[in-house]
Every structure is written in structure tokens, then in C-alpha cells.
């Protein structure tokens, strides 16, 4: 289940029938914060395996960002910045063709 970005959702039966929760983060304290949050309400709600998706990456300096922050998160992936991402957004069009990069890093 995709479910917009925050902890709201957290408070509410939606989430309990969930078995694992994977947490986009991007390199920054905020996103650390509220990957700590969404780590201690889910395991009070008894989902005890948590994953993490690292975003909007640019260098190395951003993966090691999140090394002995978020105990208890394993990183499975980084996912590059791409403006390929934002100007899809911005013109409304897909970035999933072939031949994208970030296609070809998202299914790595």
C-alpha cells in the first residue's frame, strides 16, 4: 500500500494489517526524524520490519548520511537525483521508458 508521506496514518487501523513498512528518505535531518517516528509507531502497532529506500541521492557523502542514524532501518536501495524526475513531474510526462537511467537504478 502506498500511503502519502508522514505518520498520520500511522494512528489509525489502515496500517495494522501491514507487515512490513519501506521508508522513502532523502539525506536530510527532517527525513531522518520522521523515518524515527514512523519506526517507533510502527512497532507499537507490532510491525517490527521496517526498510529504507534512500532518495534524491547525489554523492557518496549522501549515502553515508544515513549510516548510525537510523538504527534499525536497512537501507535496500539508492535512488540518484535525476532531473529526468523533475521534469517529468513538471511536463507531466512519464519517466518509466526505456532507456531512462532511472529506470535501469530502480530495477537494479
Not at 494512528?11 to 536530510?28: C, D, M, S
Not at 520490519?49 to 544515513?66: L, P, V
Given at each position: 500500500m502506498d500511503m502519502e508521506a508522514g505518520v498520520e496514518h500511522l494512528?489509525?487501523?489502515?496500517?495494522?494489517?501491514?507487515?512490513?513498512?519501506?521508508?522513502?528518505?532523502?539525506?536530510?535531518?527532517?527525513?531522518?526524524?520522521?523515518?524515527?517516528?514512523?519506526?517507533t509507531l510502527a512497532q507499537d502497532i507490532g510491525v517490527r520490519?521496517?526498510?529504507?529506500?534512500?532518495?534524491?541521492?547525489?554523492?557518496?557523502?549522501?549515502?553515508?548520511?544515513?549510516?548510525?542514524?537510523?538504527?534499525g532501518i536497512r537501507i535496500l536501495a539508492y535512488i540518484p537525483y535525476d532531473e529526468e524526475i523533475i521534469e517529468a513531474d513538471v511536463t507531466r510526462s512519464s519517466m518509466w521508458r526505456e532507456g531512462s537511467g532511472i529506470v535501469t537504478e530502480v530495477r537494479a
Open positions: 494512528g489509525r487501523a489502515t496500517a495494522q494489517a501491514v507487515n512490513h513498512f519501506i521508508v522513502v528518505l532523502e539525506p536530510g535531518m527532517r527525513s531522518i526524524e520522521t523515518a524515527r517516528q514512523i519506526q520490519s521496517i526498510y529504507g529506500i534512500g532518495n534524491k541521492i547525489r554523492k557518496q557523502s549522501d549515502r553515508d548520511f544515513f549510516q548510525g542514524k537510523i538504527d
